[in-house]
């Protein structure tokens, strides 16, 4: 079956530490996003990669960092510098170009708390 | 910059009840407009999109009409269900801005039977 794959579903970590949250997918994607939700709140946009080996900030970048090694997968370090990491965070892929029709298909979700 | 406006929830209906939830936009270029759903402690699903002026995306009984001159791409149901209880979330994309999509903030709607 093709899809995307969050792992861990449910992650703890401890003030200070950094984490890294996993995104593999087998859709062959161009593009792989990263998202934030915060409770009632809609998505924000973390990272974004159209191709391996290059990425962009999004809205809110601070205090996270990505790789794009390999067309499949999309990992987020969220750093200690984050200031308020904990949130439920998501992972997206899309194919590239069509003028901007394009549908992104979301994973699972990783919810971080910070302990 | 890109913007979405979606009516704030939670809604809260009786079954076979008619769903009305409004999103407006502003976008800097022509964009696509899409309606995703997220069901409670999961990622979200695609539920329709229109690419151009007076298109209509439909899916599941859900229909959303893409109207320019209002800028706005209502989601409409005749008859909800039990199951349609979820978050809806409107969004838009624009080529210009590398496909990236800006989400409104969700509408929570709540069926009851």
């Known amino acids: 079956d093709g899809g995307i794959t969050q792992s861990p579903k449910y992650l703890f970590r401890k003030e200070g530490q950094n984490v890294t949250l996993s995104c593999e997918q087998n859709l062959n994607h161009d593009a792989m996003y990263w998202y934030r939700q915060d409770p009632g709140q809609g998505l924000r946009l973390i990272y974004y990669s159209q191709i391996v080996n290059d990425f962009q900030k999004g809205d809110i970048a601070e205090g996270y960092s990505v790789s794009r090694e390999k067309k499949e997968s999309f990992p987020l370090t969220v750093t200690s510098a984050q200031k308020n990491p904990t949130a439920f965070y998501l992972c997206?892929?899309?194919?590239?170009?069509?003028?901007?029709?394009?549908?992104?298909?979301f994973g699972p979700g990783t919810r971080l708390t910070v302990l | 910059g890109d913007s979405v406006t979606q009516m704030e929830g939670p809604v809260t209906l009786s079954e076979e009840a008619f769903l009305t939830i409004n999103c407006t936009y502003t976008a800097t270029g022509y964009p696509s407009l899409f309606w995703y759903v997220q069901y409670p402690g999961e990622g979200l699903q695609l539920l329709l999109k229109a690419t151009k002026a007076d298109d209509k995306g439909s899916n599941k009984g859900f229909e959303a009409t893409y109207r320019k001159e209002t800028t706005s791409f209502h989601l409409e149901k005749g008859s909800v269900q039990v199951s349609d209880s979820a978050v809806y979330f409107c969004?838009?994309?624009?080529?210009?801005?590398?496909?990236?999509?800006?989400f409104g903030g969700g509408t929570r709607v709540l069926v009851k039977p």
């Open positions: 997206a892929s899309s194919i590239v170009g069509q003028g901007g029709h394009n549908e992104q298909f």
């Open positions: 969004a838009l994309s624009v080529v210009a801005a590398g496909n990236k999509l800006t």
